[in-house]
């Protein structure tokens, strides 16, 4: 059964840092892409972030580019969000998301995390 | 960027009625593969969003047959066939064709 679980969240002040993990198991974590997603409260769903395979590529949504950073270690098969220069605008609740490998370099999101709130306030 | 725009976003359903959500896309979600790129995700009261159809038609692993999606291009279609309670909540339409991935605003299902 696949699992992922996020940690690291929390209260932090407007401009702090973050760093989230998730930590997946039951398949083979390295021969999938991942992706981050939130959901402000009482909002819908945006994408966050996404990684390759390896590691190789990553991409981000234009509101957090130049201060999200998205990793991940597959020896431990798990993905990792950094979070920096936070805004009252990222509070929200992040999932960690799994790509199916359906066709080649189409996102399709069959796993989801429990989700992890993050709170930017002073 | 792709724009996905979903209605209705409100849908009050009696028990053993059909229902049906339509989600338009700025561009087409046709991929050269032949695939249309477009998921659809139930996400029930207080749960992570699952994934219930995707490819524009396929249901996933334990999805009801009751649920269908349809449509090609820039139009597609989630249908149930007869809602149940267990089906509140709210359903996303997503576009996986291009990155950043985008979801529709939602259509919040509700039982009458």
């Known amino acids: 059964e696949v699992q992922l679980l996020e940690s690291g969240g929390g209260l932090v002040q407007p401009g702090g840092s973050l760093r989230l993990s998730c930590a997946a198991s039951?398949?083979?974590?390295?021969?999938?892409?991942m992706a981050w997603v939130r959901q402000a409260p009482g909002k819908g769903l945006e994408w966050v972030s996404g990684?390759?395979?390896?590691?190789?590529?990553?991409n981000y949504a234009d509101s957090v580019k130049g201060r999200f950073t998205i990793s991940r270690d597959n020896s431990k098969s798990t993905l990792f969000l950094q979070m920096s220069s936070l805004r009252a605008e990222d509070t929200a609740v992040y999932y960690c998301a799994k790509d199916e490998i359906l066709v080649a370099g189409v996102w399709d999101f069959d796993s989801w995390g429990q989700g992890i709130l993050v709170t930017v306030s002073s | 960027d792709i724009v996905m725009t979903q209605s209705p976003l409100s849908l009050p359903v009696t028990p053993g009625e059909p229902a049906s959500i339509s989600c338009r896309s700025s561009q087409s979600l046709l991929h050269s593969s032949g695939h249309n790129c477009l998921d659809w995700y139930l996400q029930r009261p207080g749960q992570s969003p699952q994934l219930l159809i995707y490819?524009?038609?396929n249901r996933a692993s334990g999805v009801p047959d009751r649920f269908s999606g349809s449509g090609s291009g820039t139009d597609f279609t989630l249908k149930i066939s007869r809602v149940e309670a267990d089906d509140v909540g709210v359903y996303y339409c997503m576009q996986g064709l291009q990155t950043p991935p985008s979801f529709g605003q939602g259509t919040k299902l509700e039982i009458k």
């Open positions: 490819l524009g038609s």
């Open positions: 990684i390759t395979e390896v590691g190789g590529n990553t």
């Open positions: 039951g398949f083979s974590f390295s021969n999938y892409a």
